[in-house]
């Protein structure tokens, strides 16, 4: 059986590492075989990769930006998606190719035809089964990123490099992810964001639930 592909998107501070990090165990609960994975940062390549990128010291050239995301991708989809989807595995990705259209698309304002040849040279024309949008505004944001920053290491741990980008460049990705959502309503799937932990994964579930059984997937295994 060909796996499933679940992307999890938002604005910095919508809270979907937890959520795919909820998700993951509850499915494994379920006795399913997962993959918790993310971008940039889901191969040894893509870890250093991610250092760069998200360093707020380094000076990134914009188009080096796209690139270098592409790169990681390239490498994300060959050396792990693939494999595992071919094997059966549901796989969580902590972001994926919608995260480029919105943060290198809108966000940098490359052009919509260059994003999406750069997409699909570096997936291959993989794309996800499933997306999870968290959906948050960008005041809300700002504000979980401060709270964030100031419990972190006492105050020590400071913002990566995309978060220090002004509120109007939020705004643009916030925009864009929505666009995307409106034109793909069948596979992504919005998520208030705004809500309680709690409230948002059980919304969750209610999408991801159902979304396995049509598949068959949910089914095959008992719950332990």
């Known amino acids: 059986m060909t796996g499933a592909f679940i992307t999890f998107e938002g604005i910095d501070g919508s809270g979907k590492s937890t959520q795919v990090r909820m998700l993951a165990s509850v499915l494994r609960l379920r006795g399913m075989d997962v993959v918790q994975t993310r971008e940039p940062g889901g191969t040894p390549l893509g870890a250093r990769l991610r250092e760069a990128l998200l360093d707020a010291q380094e000076q990134v050239d914009p188009l080096a930006e796209l690139l270098l995301y592409a790169a990681d991708r390239a490498q994300h989809v060959r050396v792990m998606l693939r494999p595992a989807l071919d094997a059966g595995r549901v796989v969580l990705s902590d972001r994926y190719a919608d995260a480029t259209v919105a943060y290198q698309g809108a966000g940098r304002g490359f052009e919509p035809s260059l994003v999406a040849e750069v997409v699909a040279l570096a997936t291959g024309g993989l794309k996800p089964d499933l997306t999870l949008l968290f959906d948050l505004s960008v005041a809300q944001s700002g504000e979980r990123s401060r709270q964030r920053t100031t419990a972190a290491d006492g105050g020590a741990h400071g913002h990566d490099r995309l ?62």
Do not use: C, M
């Open 163 to 224: 978060e220090l980008e002004a509120e109007h460049f939020h705004a643009r990705v916030r925009d864009a992810y929505l666009q995307i959502a409106a034109a793909e309503p069948e596979r992504v799937r919005i998520v208030d964001a705004s809500l309680s932990v709690e409230e948002i994964h059980a919304h969750v579930l209610e999408i991801v639930v159902p979304f396995l059984e049509n598949r068959g997937q949910w089914s095959q295994v008992k719950t332990q």
